[in-house]
């Protein structure tokens, strides 16, 4: 399974942008999601990542301005990002497992699909 994502960019401090997220083979209603993130220096983090079953986690730093959600219809899944903050700077990976599709977990062992990362920019 290859997962495509897409979405990233350069924007203003409180602006928006839209990540997705799109497995090449099995369905998005058989896997559970995250979204992780990893800026210059840091360790890979999770920001965000959603059930099969529609159990949703953010973490601290973003609740409140992402939003994860999946479009079964489009098999696609994605990260909405409301009032950007240039500490938000970071290459964003989305991450899928099939094992683990009805926990939440922030092990990145636990997802066997990655995408390639797309760098998201927050200008101050």
């Known amino acids: 399974v290859q997962l495509q994502a897409s979405g990233g960019g350069l924007v203003h401090a409180g602006g928006s942008l839209r990540l997705s997220c799109a497995p090449s083979e099995r369905t998005l209603g058989d896997l559970g999601l995250g979204w992780f993130r990893q800026a210059p220096g840091n360790q890979r983090e999770l920001v965000a990542a959603?059930?099969?079953?529609?159990?949703?986690y953010y973490a601290d730093s973003v609740k409140g301005r992402f939003t994860i959600s999946r479009d079964n219809a489009k098999n696609t899944a994605y990260l909405q990002m409301n009032s950007l903050k240039p500490d938000d700077t970071a290459v964003y990976y989305c991450?899928?497992?099939?094992?683990?599709?009805?926990?939440?977990?922030?092990?990145?062992?636990?997802?066997?699909?990655w995408g390639q990362g797309t760098q998201v920019t927050v200008s101050s």
């Open positions: 991450a899928a497992t099939f094992r683990y599709q009805r926990v939440i977990t922030s092990r990145q062992g636990a997802y066997n699909y």
């Open positions: 959603s059930t099969s079953g529609g159990k949703t």
